[in-house]
Antibody, heavy 119, light 109 residues
Framework: EVQLEESGGGLVKPGESLRLSCVVS????????MSWVRQAPGKGPEWVGY??????????DYAAPVKGRFTISRDDSKNTLYLQMNSLRTEDTAVYHC??????????WGQGTMVTVSS | EIVLTQSPGTLSLSPGERATLSCRAS???????LAWYQQKPGQPPRLLIY???SRATGIPDRFSGSGSGTDFTLTISRLEPEDFAVYYC??????????FGQGTKLQIK
């Protein structure tokens, strides 16, 4: 059974940092291009960024609102994807999902972890 | 930056009726990398259609996608009670690399 399970969310103050994790099982993680997608309360999904597989270079790309503040990494030995979030802002409040797929679409999603940024 | 605009914002129909949802892109979507998702409260989005017209695994054939370039459509031929949800379109390849529309809420009339 395919599973993606995020953790690490919580309540933080503006300017603080948080690291999210996504542990996957049921497919070959090391070959997957993995993404983070967030969804603010009552809003549509918003792509955060992705990381290619190590065999495809392991490079990353980010959405403009998080570029320079967020960093995606992966540990293929642990089947785990990470999202390091620094200098958090109130507008980063959202449910954060890890996701993957093919043909430019996401067919596998985790349930998400809630991040709340508030003073 | 590519912007996806979905219409209508809300669609009120009855079970058994046909639903037509629209997604218009501000510039051409390359290689028709256009997907459609269904989302219910408390759940992540569920992929319905990819490549503008290919159904994802396990998706009933009452769901179909069409279109190319800047205009895309999701059609649900005969609405079932479980189809009432929010639907999003999503493109891949243009800046930003992935982007989503703002959604269409399909509600029971």
């Amino acid at each position: 059974e395919v599973q993606l399970e995020e953790s690490g969310g919580g309540l933080v103050k503006p300017g603080e940092s948080l690291r999210l994790s996504c542990v996957v099982s049921g497919f070959t993680f090391r070959n997957a291009w993995m993404s983070w997608v967030r969804q603010a309360p009552g809003k549509g999904p918003e792509w955060v960024g992705y990381m290619r597989s190590k065999t495809d270079g392991g490079t990353t790309d980010y959405a403009a609102p998080v570029k320079g503040r967020f960093t995606i990494s992966r540990d293929d030995s642990k089947n785990t994807l990470y999202l390091q979030m620094n200098s958090l802002r109130t507008e980063d409040t959202a449910v954060y999902h890890c996701a993957t797929g093919n043909y430019g679409a996401y067919d596998l999603w985790g349930q998400g972890t809630m991040v709340t940024v508030s003073s | 930056e590519i912007v996806l605009t979905q219409s209508p914002g809300t669609l009120s129909l009855s079970p058994g009726e046909r639903a037509t949802l629209s997604c218009r892109a501000s510039q051409s979507v390359g290689s028709n990398y256009l997907a459609w998702y269904q989302q219910k409260p408390g759940q992540p989005p569920r992929l319905l259609i990819y490549g503008a017209s290919s159904r994802a695994t396990g998706i009933p054939d009452r769901f179909s996608g069409s279109g190319s370039g800047t205009d895309f459509t999701l059609t649900i031929s005969r609405l079932e009670p479980e189809d009432f949800a929010v639907y999003y379109c999503q493109q891949y390849g243009s800046s930003p690399l992935y982007s989503f529309g703002q959604g269409t809420k399909l509600q029971i009339k």
